[in-house]
């Protein structure tokens, strides 16, 4: 009896563990900071280097701090390119700096990943990136989409279709 009784609160553990948001993951987070370690490991490539926004990137897309969750941005056009106003947590303030990512093989823009370090220096700007606390700059840059993503735990799953209010 005593063994079931120690049982019980590793099982109940197991069960709620199991229905959470598999995105929510220690593994999940551990391979996204992999990931977004890969996406710095690709920019000095200097041919997936963008020096224009993608064509695609319009509307409401998504975005990502590293180290935080995902989140919504609105995009528009700004003085200096485009303009993506970022609308969740985590905003770094200065250093910092954004990259629009682009699926190299399909070229697709997938979303604009955001980083707590400083900028590349000489780096070509596609626009700025607008959040709580400020401006950063917006880059732009193909990468080698499965290299960085991983279909268990994307970097930005597919948009929520449900409508909100």
Known sequence: MKRILFLLP????????????PADSAMCGITFLASANRVLDQMPNIHAVLTDPPPDMTGVIQARVVGYGRARALVGDGPDGVLV???????????GFGVALVDDSIEVFRGVLIFLIEPPEDYPEIGTLAGASGNLPLFGLR??????????CPIFPAPDTTSRG
Do not use: A, H, K, M
Request: negative net charge.
């Open 10 to 21: 590793i099982v109940s553990l197991s069960i709620g563990c199991t229905t959470r948001d």
């Open 85 to 95: 106003g970022y609308e969740g947590e985590g905003f770094p303030e200065l250093p």
């Open 143 to 152: 990468v080698n989409w499965s290299s960085v993503n991983s279909e268990r």
